[in-house]
């Protein structure tokens, strides 16, 4: 039976693994608050019955093998690295709930005819060495090893330093990638991060694909003069092309309509001097939909908005990340979701997520299903990140019974 005061010892007992103490939770990959949480799980995860092992990838996994040890397993977890001054929440829940799954079955006596597998994934938010969602790609081998080594985080520690000082060996990783053939399903239950089940108050979110993509850098570049002394007409203003392009960038986004959501997070001045006329704006672009057209829409009608800087004698760079296409979730899983969330008598909707998971690259090897729960007031990555125990206790059932689904057919 799922136990609703271990999962709050489980959440309570991590949020004080932080480097920021009072200030949110902070903890970065192979960091001493990362070491600790390791310790901590692995302790959980044996008590639990589940036989560990620090993967080289950075992942920690507990297998509970059942009656058919050489069967494909069903995996379920999420990541326990975290954001700068982040919340408790983000990822630990999906752990949390995975690790009361396991308690559960073993207490039920429940023995799967497939292998049931814990994973704990690390560097999901990539805070540390830039590249987000590396340790499960790590895990089924989608970056090579060596580049993988190769990461820094701002320090110029390697990625495979700070996992040898863990006692992890890089060496080891490619014999040790999970094959497409190892896995039947993976599960991943994790808080909305967003107020859309808040809104509509429903209890369990049906994630039904993980939208497209797109992040970009824009450099506008003009002149440097005189705030003062310079005609109008004769400036080379990078500013008054950096707010044309952005203010296109957004009407774009409201004019397609579909759910597109477009984001300019970050702006550079230079030469960032109150009386200069800027010579450089350096700008983010992000924007994301569940209809990867509209994307590479959105993407046409940003260069369309560069392209008309030449007009006022501006010119630019636009390096661009590439559209990471939608994922989308297994249909038998979403069913399943939403069978035993009525069985259970839990409200459901389905929903996409626009937030990139670790089940991305899952979806790469087997059937991938998302399980969301309400995030208060919508927020996340934030001290103020909050999902009730008692909805999180609902989705480990929802979990625990989707998984035992997913062993038994
Ligand atoms: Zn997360």
């Given at each position: 039976?799922?136990?609703?005061e ?7 007992a ?7 103490p ?7 990959s192979f ?9 901590y799980?692995?302790t959980?995860m ?24 050489g ?18 929440f ?9 690790l ?9 006596g429940y023995?799967p005819s ?5 994973v ?6 990539g805070t ?11 895990l089924?081998g ?7 080594a ?27 990638v ?13 808080i909305?991060q967003?107020?859309?089940l ?22 506008v570049?003009g002149r ?14 990078a500013m008054?092309?950096?707010?044309e ?19 300019v997070g970050?702006?550079v ?9 800027p010579?450089r ?20 009608l ?5 392209e ?6 501006l010119?630019y760079?636009?390096e661009d ?5 939608a ?8 069913a399943?979701?939403?069978e035993e ?13 626009g937030?990139?998971?670790?089940a991305?690259n ?10 969301f ?5 919508g927020?996340?990555?934030c ?5 009730g ?6 989705g480990a ?13």
């Amino acid at each position: 039976m799922i136990r609703i005061e271990r999962i709050r010892a489980d959440i309570e007992a991590l949020r004080a693994f932080t480097a920021t103490p009072g200030a949110g939770v902070t903890r970065l990959s192979f960091s001493p608050q990362e070491g600790q949480a390791r310790r901590y799980l692995l302790t959980e995860m044996e008590r639990a019955g589940l036989a560990v092992r620090e993967h080289p990838s950075g992942c920690l996994l507990g297998r509970l093998a059942g009656k058919n040890p050489g069967r494909p397993a069903v995996l379920t977890g999420s990541h326990y690295d975290t954001v700068h001054n982040g919340g408790a929440f983000d990822g630990v829940c999906g752990l949390v709930a995975a690790l009361e799954m396991a308690r559960s079955m073993r207490e039920d006596g429940y023995f799967p005819s497939n292998p049931v597998e814990i994973v704990g994934f690390l560097e999901e938010e990539g805070t540390r060495f830039g590249y987000g969602l590396l340790c499960s790609a790590a895990l089924l081998g989608l970056i090579p090893a060596e580049e993988l080594a190769a990461l820094r985080d701002d320090d110029g520690v390697t990625f495979a330093d700070a996992a040898a000082a863990c006692g992890l060996s890089l060496a080891d990783l490619p014999a040790e990638v999970l094959r497409p053939d190892d896995l039947k399903a993976f599960v991943e239950l994790h808080i909305e991060q967003g107020p859309v089940l808040e809104q509509y108050r429903r209890e369990i979110g049906v994630v039904d694909c993980i939208a497209a993509m797109c992040f970009g850098q824009v450099t506008v570049c003009g002149r440097a003069d005189h705030a003062g002394t310079t005609p109008t007409e004769l400036r080379l203003d990078a500013m008054r092309g950096a707010v044309e392009v952005i203010g296109r960038f957004y009407e774009a986004a409201g004019q397609l309509g579909g759910g597109v959501v477009a984001t300019v997070g970050k702006l550079v001045v230079h030469p960032g001097s109150a009386n200069v006329v800027p010579d450089r704006v350096v700008f983010s672009v992000d924007y994301r939909c569940r209809d990867g057209g509209l994307v590479k829409r959105m993407r046409e009608l940003l260069l369309e908005a560069l392209e008309a800087l030449k007009a006022l004698g501006l010119s630019y760079q636009y390096e661009d990340g590439g559209v990471l296409p939608a994922v989308q979730m297994d249909a038998r899983i979403m069913a399943s979701i939403e069978e035993e969330a009525a069985r259970l008598g839990y409200s459901s909707m389905r929903l996409p997520s626009g937030a990139g998971h670790d089940a991305m690259n899952l979806a790469e090897a087997c059937p991938v299903g998302m399980i969301f729960l309400p995030s208060a007031g919508g927020r996340s990555h934030c001290p103020e990140e909050n999902t009730g125990w008692e909805e999180i206790a609902k989705g480990a059932r929802v979990l625990e019974a989707v998984v035992k689904r997913l062993c038994e057919s």
